[in-house]
């Protein structure tokens, strides 16, 4: 009867773990995002800037240090790449190359865990590069959703394990 005791016990406290370390790694997925961008026809140095899931200011070079938006200064070419964590589901970016006049144009190409999502041309501050992709759950995130169900299976389990256990030494009495 201890063992069965100690078996549930540990049962229990490995499906509480594993639940906590699921429902951890369901709140984001690792995604990395690249810009690969270059002139077409501007020939001065710019400030890069990048938004996900939020509008891209038209200012966000203003004042660089506070920026979330700011990405770096390039000219002729520019190239950056971040790991983000983002929730499952649909997602936009932004970039925009910084030239403040029409005619002075960036060519972007963004890449989502090594997918492009396709170039885009003639960018500059009149015209912001924007595209939607998506982020799938991984392994974590679809055992994550059967969880609910593990768990109450386990506490059905348990609940009948300890009535069992009753049972018994009700009738040994």
Known sequence: MKWKAIL???TVLLVAGLTLIVWRCRETVKVEIKIVAKATTDTYTR????????????????????SPYYIGLAKGSFEHTQTVDLAPGTHTIRYEPGSTAEGYYWEAEVFVNGQSLGKQSDLWIGKQYEATFEVKAGLAE?????????????MLVL???????????????
Do not use: N, W
């Open 8 to 10: 549930v016990f540990l």
């Open 142 to 154: 679809m055992i994550g959703a059967l969880m609910p169900t593990v768990v109450g299976l386990m």
């Open 47 to 66: 400030y890069h800037g990048k938004s996900i899931d939020a509008p891209l200011p038209i200012d966000f070079y203003k004042d660089k240090e506070a």
């Open 159 to 173: 609940v009948i394990s300890l009535i069992s256990g009753i049972m018994k030494a009700l009738r040994k009495k």
